[in-house]
């Protein structure tokens, strides 16, 4: 059970739009993204996004390339 929610063109700055899926599995309390990231219809790069929605502490794993650059990384999940 859980929620899958599709992202096309979202804006949350002027620069930059996002799209992609993000899976809210609430059995397992896992959340997930794969996002694309645009700008003026040129690619930026790709992240996959993923926590423990069970954890009040949860940290979030960024992964993936942006700018041709190699991204690694976690901070507190949203």
């Known amino acids: ?10 804006r949350w700055t002027q620069d930059v739009a996002v799209s992609g899926t993000v899976s809210w599995d609430q059995t397992a309390a896992v959340i997930t993204a794969q996002l694309t990231l645009s700008s003026g219809g040129k690619s930026l790069g790709a992240v996959n996004i993923s926590w423990n929605d069970a954890d009040i502490n949860a940290v979030a794993t960024v992964t993936g390339n ?8 976690q901070r507190i999940a949203p």
Do not use: E, K, P
Request: proline share 0%.
């Open 1 to 10: 059970m859980g929620y899958d929610f599709a992202l096309q063109g979202v």
């Open 66 to 73: 942006i700018g041709g650059a190699a991204l690694n990384a």
